[in-house]
T-cell receptor, first 114, second 113 residues
Framework: EAGVAQSPRYKIIEKRQSVAFWCNPI?????LYWYQQILGQGPKLLIQ????????DSQLPKDRFAAERLKGVDSTLKIQPAKLEDSAVYLC????????????FGQGTRLTVV | GNSVTQMEGPVTLSEEAFLTINCTYT??????LFWYVQYPGEGLQLLLK?????DKGSNKGFEATYRKETTSFHLEKGSVQVSDSAVYFC????????????FGQGTTLQVKP
């Protein structure tokens, strides 16, 4: 079974530029998560989708971050404009359903904003 | 709100030493508790979990027991190997059970031959 796929693996941009990350969850997984992991910290949830609906986006900086999950499968996370403090690893995870099931993580995209 | 606190790292041990990584949590009710591991260059993987008080999760020689009275979920292994070198994250899913994981800050383990 293929795992969660993310691209790109690495991205370096200048502040105020825009960037987009892509995630393809495990086939059939209804729930998709985006987490932000700043160096030296644990991952923090940015947004959670159930199929193509948003379950939780309470910690998403909506003035600069946007995420979508078209057709309840792939998802993109966009940052515009980027700030230095956005430098982090962005992790995508999926699970068969949100409640009580294991989340499977992709390898992440490491973003450096200079 | 819900939170997880882990012991500071890095932890450096010799091969075959005993490992304990402390984890305590703050949450209402009975959250589900997890240990995730991140090997160098790889994504987060579930190591073990426990979903109710006094449950013991175990995998690959690692164990952790859900202690409601001390709000703890300490990770232990009797004899570590070099291949156990990784970052370990304690996490919880709250009683609302949406699947949202709340992580501790992670503990780096380095095992020397």
């Amino acid at each position: 079974e293929a795992g969660v796929a993310q691209s790109p693996r690495y991205k370096i941009i200048e502040k105020r530029q825009s960037v987009a990350f892509w995630c393809n969850p495990i086939s059939g997984h209804a729930t998709l998560y985006w987490y932000q992991q700043i160096l030296g910290q644990g991952p923090k949830l940015l947004i959670q989708f159930q199929n193509n609906g948003v379950v939780d986006d309470s910690q998403l900086p909506k003035d600069r971050f946007a995420a979508e999950r078209l057709k309840g499968v792939d998802s993109t996370l966009k940052i515009q404009p980027a700030k230095l403090e956005d430098s982090a690893v962005y992790l995508c995870a999926s699970s068969p359903r949100g409640r009580g099931t294991e989340a499977f993580f992709g390898q992440g995209t490491r973003l450096t904003v200079v | 709100g819900n939170s997880v606190t882990q012991m500071e790292g890095p932890v450096t041990l010799s091969e075959e030493a005993f490992l304990t990584i402390n984890c305590t949590y703050t949450a209402t009710g009975y959250p589900s508790l997890f240990w995730y591991v991140q090997y160098p260059g790889e994504g987060l993987q579930l190591l073990l979990k426990a979903t109710k008080a006094d449950d013991k999760g175990s995998n690959k020689g690692f164990e952790a027991t859900y202690r409601k009275e001390t709000t703890s979920f300490h990770l232990e292994k009797g004899s570590v190997q070099v291949s156990d070198s990784a970052v370990y994250f304690c996490a919880l899913v709250g009683t609302s059970n949406t699947g949202k994981l709340i992580f501790g800050q992670g503990t780096t383990l380095q095992v020397k031959p």
